[in-house]
Each structure stands twice: as structure tokens, then as C-alpha cells.
């Protein structure tokens, strides 16, 4: 009997990406960031971002990247979701991410960049009625996460902790 191998589809810092089944997707380097994963599961069909930022109304760069921030990425990569053939309705998501990498004594609300990434991918998220099946958010250790469109799991591998599955 033989077995297909699935390729694994990588998504950089702030970027994002479509894959189908038997493809997987991965993204590393989740600190602060949030790995966002939209799918629709009878169709096997998932893309994955790689939210950097949580507001693109503070860029100031010329060569803006809609990836980076959770209100242009979010919103754009459902609609590669459409075009790849997922339908409305039959979205789901499970997010990952937004650790603490840092303390601050100041306590200042702009270092708090992986607690304002979370809310803004769950504003995002909430804004366009798709559900959080599951979440691994927050803490203070990086991540690691693979999702695959086949079984619809999303593999978490978090610094010192091992892998976990939701």
C-alpha cells in the first residue's frame, strides 16, 4: 500500500497562505503573534495567518503589507478562502499565540502587543461570524503551529512544554 506524503506549506512573519488537503500548513515564530487558522472542514480547504500587528491605521511605511495587521490580513484571507472554494458559513477558526514575551514595569498599553493582537484577531473574527473552535493563546513561551486540512488539527508545539493538539 502506498502512502501519499503531504507537503507542509510555510507562512511567514506576517504573511499568510492557502492550502488544500493532503497539504499541511506551518508557521513558527509565534511570539506576540497570532497564528490564525480559518478552514472549512467538509471541503479540507485552510489558510493560515501569520498576524504580526493589530491595527494597520498605526502603519506608517510606504510599502504597506496587508499581512501584517489582523484587520488586512483576517478579512483578505477569508477571501482566498472563497476563491479556493471554502464556503460561507462553513468557516471555522482555532488561533494560537499572543504570548507576553516581555515584562514592562511601566505597565504601558502599547508594549502589550500578544493581549492586543488576541483581542484584535477575535474582533476580527467575531466581525466576520466565523467561530473559535479552539484557542492556545496568551502565556509567555513561543509557539510553533501546523494545521491539517484532512483532520482539522492543529498542531501546537510550545517552547518547553512539548506538543499539544486542538
Known amino acids: 500500500m502506498t502512502k501519499t ?7 511567514g512573519i506576517a504573511d499568510l497562505n492557502v492550502v488544500k488537503a493532503p497539504q499541511k500548513i506551518r508557521t513558527a515564530g509565534l511570539g506576540s503573534c497570532v497564528g490564525v487558522v480559518i ?3 467538509r471541503k479540507q480547504i485552510a489558510g ?14 510606504l510599502d504597506f503589507n496587508m499581512y501584517k495587521y489582523a484587520d488586512t490580513a483576517i478579512p483578505y484571507l477569508v477571501d482566498r478562502l472563497f476563491k479556493a472554494g471554502a464556503r460561507k458559513g462553513m468557516l471555522k477558526a482555532k488561533v494560537a ?3 507576553q514575551m516581555f515584562q514592562f514595569s511601566n505597565g504601558s498599553d502599547i508594549m502589550r502587543i500578544g493581549p492586543r493582537n488576541i483581542e484584535a484577531v477575535l474582533e476580527q473574527l467575531k466581525q466576520l461570524s466565523i467561530p473559535i473552535i479552539a484557542s492556545d493563546v496568551g502565556g509567555n513561551a513561543g509557539r510553533t503551529i501546523e ?3 484532512e483532520t482539522s488539527q492543529l498542531k501546537i508545539r510550545t517552547v518547553n512544554k512539548g506538543d499539544t493538539f486542538i
Open 5 to 11: 506524503t503531504s507537503s507542509i506549506i510555510r507562512v
Open 48 to 61: 493560515l495567518s501569520h498576524v504580526l500587528l493589530p491595527n494597520s491605521k498605526l502603519a506608517r511605511q
Open 147 to 149: 494545521f491539517d486540512p
Open 97 to 99: 499565540g499572543g504570548a
Open 39 to 41: 478552514y472549512d472542514e
